[in-house]
């Protein structure tokens, strides 16, 4: 340090508040650029965190005098899990697949594949720069690179996506976590934005599984990709517990209509689909799997377009510039005057809370117009009869 002209001081006890002040204090008084070493201990004070700090490193509510943590509900695997089980099934078998986190191990379904492929497992601690900018290393060195990734801790490492991977159009894999509304963790981990500024990448193919053997497959679509970068969104929490299929190659930028309706199209992209299908059922709607967000399935928009007097577009994401402008583009760029509502996240940052809790409060309030239906069920009759009468 010192040959670097910083001045070292430490380490001091960050516990001690009272001396810390104190050395800080003193240090205003020291010319020159000064690093203080502070050393703390996590967990300190509480028994059962000092014990396991990195099960107790973001945790829920629960009681502190049992210690006892609160066990997810359902028995369903999370998509993180759905994840590590995939990705430790395809390490099995090809021996170039390398994965890479910025420290978020247990986080991201990955404590099963570190120890069971220690030579191929990375994890490159809190520097997602360094991540992506290592994954691009290796895939120009013939491996084939997963970068595991939270949604909000991606956009740290933007500029390495763009000049490292996606101008040299290397097949690196991003398996993004935490899309969409992650709850608890509050504004700054909230995965509101990746659609959007992935989606401007040119060369970047970007999938939104409905469900995880959606996951699964899509997972393995962009494993074996390899004109280009390719991204694969998925929320936090746990799978909707459908069976899983034998894995394939999807076909790329092509999504699948699972219900012919009438006037009606819902466009949906990702895990908000059962609700979605639900709407498309009551309003006898046509509902479409959207699959990519890019590239877009233009001609089975246009085609919903045609055979539609209205569509609604359906995704966990800002809609400025999320999969829903995506399909405004579309239809603009082919001159096509069909209304359209775009249903995502509001132009504010998502406050703390549950899911649940942020889901009603970022969505539409519709009682006013006479819905009392907080979900996709009352908002969509709603606010589309708002846009069909503001269109006409």
Not at 10 to 31: A, E, Q, S
Not at 89 to 105: G, H, Q, V
Not at 232 to 242: E, M
Request: net charge neutral; charged share 20%; proline share 7%.
């Amino acid at each position: 340090m010192k040959r670097l002209g910083f001045n070292y001081i430490g380490p001091v006890d960050g516990h001690d508040v009272l001396g810390l002040i104190t050395t800080l204090k003193n240090m205003r008084d020291l010319k020159g650029p000064q690093f203080l070493h502070i050393m703390t201990k996590k967990g300190r004070g509480y028994e059962p965190a000092e014990k396991d700090p990195i099960t107790f490193h973001a945790v829920p509510k629960f009681d502190p005098s049992s210690g006892c943590l609160p066990k997810s509900s359902g028995g369903l695997p999370s998509y993180s899990k759905i994840f590590g089980d995939w990705l430790c099934e395809t390490a099995a078998k090809d021996n170039k697949l390398m994965a890479i986190t910025p420290a978020m191990r247990e986080g991201s379904g990955m404590v099963e594949f570190s120890r069971k492929f220690p030579d191929r497992y990375f994890d490159v601690a809190i520097a997602e720069q360094h991540a992506v900018t290592f994954a691009a290393g290796l895939a120009i060195g013939g491996y084939k690179p997963i970068v595991a990734i939270y949604s909000t801790f991606l956009q740290r490492a933007y500029d390495q996506v763009l000049h490292d991977v996606a101008i040299q159009k290397l097949p690196v894999l991003f398996a993004i976590d935490r899309a969409g509304i992650v709850g608890a963790d509050g504004q700054t981990h909230q995965g509101a934005f990746d659609l959007s500024y992935l989606r401007c990448i040119p060369e970047m193919v970007i999938m939104t599984p409905s469900d995880e053997n959606e996951c699964r497959q899509m997972l393995y679509t962009g494993y074996h990709y390899n004109d280009g970068p390719s991204a694969v969104r998925y929320p936090r929490g746990n799978a909707v517990g459908v069976e899983l299929t034998p894995l394939e190659k999807l076909p790329i930028g092509k999504g699948i209509v699972k219900r012919r309706g009438e006037k009606l199209a819902i466009l949906n992209f990702g895990t908000l689909m059962p609700e979605a299908a639900k709407v498309a059922e009551s309003l006898n709607a046509t509902l479409v799997d959207m699959r990519f967000v890019k590239p877009l399935d233009e001609a089975l928009v246009l085609e919903m377009a045609a055979s539609h007097e209205a569509l609604v577009t359906v995704e966990e994401n800002a809609i400025m510039g999320g999969a829903g402008s995506g399909v405004n583009e579309v239809l603009m760029a082919h001159r096509k005057p069909v209304p359209v509502l775009n249903i995502g996240l509001p132009d504010f940052f998502i406050p703390q809370g549950t899911q649940e809790e942020m889901r009603a409060e970022t969505r539409p309030r519709c009682r006013r117009y006479g819905s009392q239906n907080q979900g996709l069920a009352g908002i969509i009759p709603t606010l589309l009869l708002l846009c069909l009468t503001n269109y006409s």
